[in-house]
């Protein structure tokens, strides 16, 4: 590579400091929230970690220099990837659940109920409606009923119709889990 | 008034002051609507449960520092595009952003140690006939340190003088070799060597005229763990690396700071006396202390006895390569400004081709010594 091509990359670089800082500004208000909207989903932190490492990535490209528009949509775009990984994991999983994992055997009785319960409660939200289950996930991960209706593109008025439909739906679920 | 609708009896718990007085009045006096508004209330709570599982706060600046470096390599992708050079779409691992001279460092440092840690799990032969490249961030150095208990060693750093030992947390290392020397020529370094040399017909632009050849004897090293490493104490891995030839080459302006550096040399071997592989390779990665992600790269690579991994620094770019058929690692820094290659030949010779060239020079080099 000639040393004007290198020296044009490096300018290219340069000029995009500022807009960075914008980013990395965004990035550090928003970064908590996102993953732990998508871990209330996938379940781990490392996983969040991943999902919220494509949200903000996408934004990037996506909010050019306004990234203070992109605060919602990095929130619902949080919800709906981490439960497009966790479709895929329900689709691995009924492939894998007769083959026991000894690699995550619990050793303790409440770590095997609380992993239990996480588990079950991801395998239902696999199972919901996707509306229903972003919905909840929005709700629950502490988004404002406001911001969900904005997210979802309904009336305020109706979110509460929405929630109260899908936490019926998921108590239904559980209760159909738990009997089976 | 008629009844409460539901979504309005959900959100009463959650925004009661987006709610109107009058269905506060209403509820006052309505059993039917009281009733279902426990019953909501009662499943409301229900998922608040299920979903408010534990939240482990997450490291805002490690985070960023991967999603700089992802945002760094996909615009120098697109750079790349516009330049019209762009080739299939690059297998790189993402890791967070250093200098360059950071990364250097990093390397040469993540080189030693990893060398002593692959020594460690291994129980008969090592004798590596390919190359895959390992990530080593500044915290899995900074956790490798403590855990080994090397604090501020001279074998993190490199061994400082030709022969010596050191303690570290599970018992010492012990090391020998002759001291660099220099050569007139190639004909002299190959000879002090015992093996053949190949340098490239063709430099890039930039690069002048070889500055020096030096030649590093065979450095022998051994670890021996004590009584308190538990299921392997006693055991000892010597690790046997070089002789190795290195050239280096200046600048074409003629200045002094070298731009390109070739080095060969016999691959490294290793010999265990005691603990079986699995033994001492389960030790050392259950230890606490050790980065999960790290123990699992380790875990990934396969068969050790025959894989030489390449620690790549944090901020550096890495893909897989073929350099005369041979598979190798490509590393560059996140600016594409400097770059180097390693690969084993499949006849026992390793080499490794780096220098202040972007990646695309420094393959045209190493292709041409195999």
Known sequence: MGLRARHQELSECL?????????????RDNHRVVVRLAQSVVGDVQGAQDVAQEVFLAAYHRFPGAYEQAAGWVRVAAVHTALNVLRGERRRDKRQRLVPDAGSLPSIEDTVIDREARAEVRRVLARLPRRSAAVLVMRHGGMSYAEIAQALGVKVGNVGTLLRRSESELRKEIDRETRS | MRHVADGILRRLDDEPLAIPDRVADHLAGCGRCSARRARIAHDSEHAARLLSAPQLVPDTDVAWARLRRELHRSSEERAERRRGTARAARRAHRFPSVSLRAGLIMGAVGIVVAGTAVAATLTTIFAPTHVVPVSLSQSDLRAIT???????????GGFATPSGSSTFRFGTIKWSSGVPTPASSLAEATAEAGFPVSLPAHLPAGVGAVQRFMVQPRVTATVTFDSTARGVGGSSVTLVAGPAVLTRYAGASGTDVPTLEVVTMRRPTAVSAGATLSQIEAFLLTQPGVPPQLAEEVRLLGDLRTTLPVPVPAGAS???????????????????????VVWEDGRGTLHLVGGILDSHDVLDVANQLS
């Open chain 1, 15 to 27: 000029d995009g400091t500022s807009d960075l800082a914008d980013f990395e500004t965004f990035f």
């Open chain 2, 318 to 340: 890495v893909r897989s390569v073929r350099v005369g058929g041979w598979p190798g690692v490509l590393v560059a820094d996140g600016a594409n400004a400097a770059a180097g």
């Open chain 2, 146 to 156: 403590a855990f080994a208990g090397l604090g501020d060693s001279p074998v993190l």
